[in-house]
């Protein structure tokens, strides 16, 4: 079993659309969670981490559902520069353990 | 953007040759991390250091030899390898120690195995 999974995608949709990612983790005892950006052919950075009580970034909202062991983030507005992968990182915080998702793809389309 | 640094950044090796990948941070930073993403497939930890310790080995293979000899630089010593090991290798690092880890990403060393 992995132990993040995303959906691949991609996603095509339009400027402007609001667009939402889910993200699923198995183990419990995970304690950070971050969103990363990768664009094609370059290195992830970081969008947003993501907070229990769910944390908004202009358009970039994210929620950790820890009961049921998923992250969303939702993209309000797209626009031609979000298109991208999109990677959900958990993190083991004690043992610096990170695993990342194999992303989500997002194309937004004018 | 120059808080992490990888060298070179694209290599072609055969299977007999000996290379080695070079990170550097300045972000005075504590960890540090080697990863393999290869093609439609997520992000593998290869190693990790914590105050130039190594903490993680993820069951790397031994023809790649991490060496961190301080907390600001990492190498990957590589060795025999075969064409499956092509594959873009991202360094990382981050504070280490901190509540919220956030990691850093060089941007990368393209490797193609021959």
């Known amino acids: 079993r992995k132990e993040v999974e995303q959906d691949p995608g991609p996603f095509n949709v339009p400027e402007g659309a609001t667009v939402a990612f889910n993200c699923t983790y198995s183990?419990?005892?995970?304690?950070?969670f971050f969103w990363y950006r990768q664009d094609c052919r370059k290195e992830p950075k970081l969008l947003m981490s993501?907070?229990?009580s769910g944390n908004e970034d202009g358009r970039f909202t994210a929620q950790l559902n820890r009961a049921s062991q998923y992250i969303s983030l939702l993209i309000r507005d797209s626009k031609l520069s979000d298109s991208a992968t999109y990677l959900c990182?958990?993190?083991?915080?004690?043992?610096?353990?990170?695993?990342f998702g194999s992303g989500t793809k997002l194309n937004v389309k004018p | 953007e120059t808080g992490v640094t990888q060298t070179p950044r694209h290599l072609v090796m055969g299977m007999t040759n000996k290379k080695s990948l070079k990170c550097e941070q300045h972000?005075?930073?504590?960890?540090m991390y080697w990863y393999k993403q290869s093609a439609k497939k997520p992000l593998e930890l290869m190693f990790v250091?914590?105050?130039?310790?190594?903490?993680e080995n993820n069951s790397v293979p031994s023809r790649f030899s991490p060496e961190c000899p301080n907390s600001s630089h990492l190498f990957l010593h590589l060795h025999t390898l075969q064409p499956e090991d092509s594959a873009l290798y991202l360094c990382?690092?981050?504070?280490?120690?901190?509540?919220?880890?956030?990691?850093?990403f060089g941007p990368g060393t393209r490797l193609l195995v021959l």
């Open positions: 990382a690092s981050s504070p280490g120690g901190a509540v919220e880890e956030t990691q850093y």
């Open positions: 183990n419990s005892a995970s304690q950070s």
């Open positions: 993501v907070y229990s």
């Open positions: 990182v958990v993190n083991e915080r004690n043992f610096n353990k990170f695993y």
């Open positions: 972000l005075g930073h504590n960890a």
């Open positions: 250091y914590n105050f130039k310790e190594q903490t």
